[in-house]
């Protein structure tokens, strides 16, 4: 019985120090945590305040580059370049022979399908003598421009891209002036601490900008495709539309 008792005290004694163990070390884990994340918020803050005002340039280019994403993604989808339920009316209603209900529709919708169809219907009410040729190249003509339009909004985050790395090389620049101007006077009298500014400028400049960049790529290599994407349908819809005016007019 003794020996039972014995055998539970220790049990207990180890489970309560396993748990003090255990205890101390998400106490010592949490304050470590805690630490460095203040540390890491007072090294983010400090570097923003060495890059200066090219970190506040950089800053614009990236809010303004995420909004474009946004609207990008909302813009491009099929949806929005080639509503499929105007597609199918506006083919109903031309193989049925009504122009007129064919021409509202496409001016309630406003799409780039939409300007394709307008260039189309208007070339065959302005022009007497329309020839298939003519409407084709109508028709082309305005898909081209349509296809520009899609395809060269996307290039703001390709100049985004472009310029961001400049900007910070900019600051790369300032931040080596900064440095090399507290040595001009000589090594004996170069402040440490103004040597460490200019280089951290350089430094932070230059990752920012990366920063920036480097997303700024990736979304317009997307969004290049996606669009591309959309600029194929377009023309496939397109040639649809001529075909089925040709042969109206082939009727009448």
Known sequence: MMTSKKWMTGLVTAVGG??????????????????ATKSHGVVLKQAWNDGGWVMWVLAALSVFALAMVFYFVWALRSGVVIPHALVSDVLSRIRSGDLNEARRLTDRAPSPFSSVVLAALNCLRNIPNCDTALLRSTTEAEGARQADAIQGQTELLLDIATIAPLIG???TVLGMFQAFGGIADGIEAAKPVVLAAGVSKAIVTTIFALIVAIPCMAFYAWF?????????????????????????????
């Open 169 to 171: 090389l900019l600051g």
């Open 18 to 35: 396993a748990a003090v163990a255990v205890a101390n070390d998400a106490v010592d884990a949490a304050v470590a945590v805690d630490a």
């Open 224 to 252: 290049r495709r996606r669009a591309s994407r959309q600029i194929s349908n377009l023309e496939a819809v397109s040639s649809e539309i001529v075909t089925a005016l040709v042969s109206l007019e082939h009727r009448k």
